[in-house]
């Protein structure tokens, strides 16, 4: 897990564009970004999926713009439909477990989160399958996001 307690979040602002949103993923060596608005809170995630997969030219199509003129707020994850874990969980959990979730939610990344006082939810750290496989030195997964439509596959054929 990257524990966010110790490394500081990949974080990104939800008016950026999607050129800019790829170039900070490269950049960072990240293929999943926190989106934040005007006050740093979170208000979900991107992806590398997200960018390259169908979702840019649907919602271009719906707003009739170019996929060039879209933000990260358009095509991301909003939060509550991000996959998460309860840091208790992940404590007692091996690494198939976590694995085993992120086959079955079909994404690469989990967030892991911590309930505070209130019982308001903090984002302590990250699954990442590709970190995983680096960390157990085996092969790089090709990728276990679930193919959607015929876009997604082109998208995941030819990256």
Do not use: W, Y
Not at 6 to 14: D, G, L
Not at 45 to 57: R, T, Y
Not at 67 to 93: K, N
């Amino acid at each position: 897990m990257t524990d966010l307690t110790r490394i500081p979040a990949a974080t990104i602002a939800a008016e950026t564009s999607l050129g800019d949103a790829n170039r900070a993923m490269i950049l960072r060596g990240v293929r999943l970004l926190l989106v934040t608005d005007s006050r740093q809170q979170v208000m979900g995630v991107i992806s590398v999926a997200d960018l390259l997969g169908e979702s840019p030219v649907r919602t271009a199509q719906e707003r009739g713009t170019r996929v060039g003129e879209l933000t990260v707020d358009s095509v991301m994850t909003p939060l509550e439909r991000t996959e998460a874990v309860e840091l208790g969980e992940v404590m007692r959990a091996d690494v198939g477990h976590v694995l085993a979730t992120l086959k079955r939610s079909g994404r690469q990344h989990a967030l892991v989160l911590e309930r505070c006082e209130g019982g308001r939810g903090l984002i302590r750290g990250i699954f990442s399958a590709s970190q995983i496989a680096r960390q157990l030195g085996e092969p790089q997964p090709v990728s276990t996001e679930i193919a959607r439509n015929f876009a997604e596959i082109e998208a995941a054929i030819s990256a």
